[in-house]
């Protein structure tokens, strides 16, 4: 009955592999997000996909490449990780593009350590 | 300096007393503005949401904006040890991404 799941719920790792997030949501919504929170909890947004089309790519490492295969799934892989991508990565829906009137409905996040 | 600007806290208030939250921002052409509550280990959930200048009251909650001031703020009435939790404040000018402020701690003792 979740609305947004994401997995791994926890992800420790070495520098320099490679790993996949995964998110899906079951409520309809044709925007999906990825968010970044650091350890200040700021968070700040990295991709959107309306649709499965790409609408905002904020400046990330290319490094980072999200995939929307439909309207309900966005991952995210990173390669080659380093120290400072070690934070929580938030899947996020909405409703309408800019998430006004109903809100984002966010994930419960996938806390990333980079060891 | 971010657009958008909180103070991170903590916050500590003893049970029952009225919690006040507020943010400032820099951009003009934000028109729709939310709160946020996160719990520890938790994604952020949907509190409040207003649209341009006024005052929006659901419950406990009541959001005001000024949008004169660039400056946003929430109350938390009769608060609850189950209020504990870090506020979030977000808000977007139509058509562009959702811009979140740095979160305030709060603190409800009972």
């Known amino acids: 009955d979740t609305a947004v799941s994401q997995t791994p719920k926890y992800l420790v790792t070495q520098m320099g592999n490679d790993k996949s997030i995964k998110c899906e949501q079951n409520?309809?919504?044709?925007?999906m997000y990825w968010y970044k929170q650091d350890s200040k909890k700021f968070l700040k947004i990295m991709f959107s996909?309306?649709?499965?089309?790409?609408?905002i790519n904020e400046t990330v490492p290319n490094r980072f490449s999200p995939k929307s295969p439909d309207k309900a799934h966005l991952n995210l892989h990173i390669n080659s990780l380093e120290l400072g991508d070690s934070a929580v990565y938030f899947c996020?829906?909405?409703?309408?593009?800019?998430?006004?009137?109903?809100?984002?409905?966010f994930g419960s996040g996938t806390r990333l350590t980079v060891v | 300096q971010k657009e958008v600007e909180q103070d991170p806290g903590p916050l500590s208030v003893p049970e029952g007393a009225i919690v006040s939250l507020n943010c400032t921002y820099s951009?003009?052409?934000?028109?729709?503005f939310m709160w946020y509550r996160q719990y520890s280990r938790k994604g952020p959930e949907l509190l409040m949401y207003?649209?341009?200048?006024g005052n929006k009251e659901d419950g406990r909650f009541t959001a005001q904006v000024d949008k004169s001031s660039k400056y946003i703020s929430l109350f938390i009435r009769d608060s609850q040890p189950s209020d504990s939790a870090t506020y979030l404040c977000a808000m977007t000018a139509a058509g562009n991404k959702l811009t979140f402020g740095g979160g305030t701690r709060v603190l409800v003792k009972p």
């Open positions: 207003t649209y341009s200048s």
């Open positions: 996020a829906s909405s409703q309408a593009r800019t998430g006004v009137g109903s809100g984002y409905t």
């Open positions: 951009n003009s052409a934000f028109q729709y």
């Open positions: 996909y309306n649709n499965k089309e790409l609408i």
């Open positions: 409520l309809g919504h044709d925007t």
